[in-house]
């Protein structure tokens, strides 16, 4: 099992330490991944894995072990299959989060989001415009630019491929590819490069 300590806030490590004693699981801290920033695993044997990006943040990397935390709790309680996101995963993350949702563990810019988020926790914190920005600001990667703030028509880089910002849907943008011509619905809060 890997130390989380280093990766996460503190004043929740004590909290972390007792969760990854209740349950045998094995964590594994992995690179930057592009598409997530952290799952979670049962085999057909009931072993159960929890991977995180060990390039979060703190509040990022503690944020997302308890969402995926909350994942092993609900396949220990549920055998049967539920939704990944559904009722018990929700219930579950809010009831986790609860004790270390306080200004000891997360600054205020943070706290204040992150409570609101907690109301009805989404399946990724990206889906929530306000949490992803007050996250971002303690990413020291980020680059400070995020498809939300390019005007409709303008070109932008992501993910090594140039783009057309088209029109914003809810918390996603409508884009054209410019080689391919092909239209793609990214995330608002994505990190790009404006040309």
């Known amino acids: 099992m890997q130390n989380i300590d280093d990766f996460i806030p503190a004043a929740a490590a ?18 930057e991944r592009q598409t997530k920033l952290g799952d979670f695993r049962r085999d057909k044997y009931n072993n159960y894995t929890i991977t995180v990006n060990r390039t979060l943040n703190p509040f990022q990397f503690l944020i997302t ?28 993350f809010k009831e986790l989060m609860l004790p270390i949702l306080n200004p000891q563990v997360f600054p205020d810019q943070v706290l204040r989001p992150l409570a609101n988020h907690m109301r009805n926790p989404k399946a990724a914190s990206a889906s929530d415009p306000r949490l992803w920005q007050a996250l971002k600001e303690f990413s020291p990667n980020a680059s400070g630019i995020t498809l939300e703030d390019i005007a409709p028509g303008d070109k932008f880089l992501f993910k090594k491929r140039w783009f057309v910002k088209v029109s914003k849907r809810r918390t996603r943008v409508l884009c054209q590819e410019i080689s391919s011509g092909k239209q793609y619905l990214i995330p608002a809060v994505a990190d790009v490069n404006q040309a």
């Not at 909290?15 to 964590?27: E, G, M, V």
């Not at 709790?73 to 990944?84: E, N, R, T, Y």
Request: proline share 2%; charged share 20%.
């Open 65 to 92: 072990f308890i969402h995926e935390y909350a994942h092993l709790l609900v396949a220990v309680g549920h055998p049967k299959s539920v939704k990944a996101h559904g009722k018990e995963w929700k219930n579950t």
């Open 14 to 31: 004590q909290y972390c330490q007792d969760l990854i004693s209740r349950h045998q699981f094995k964590l594994i801290l992995t690179k």
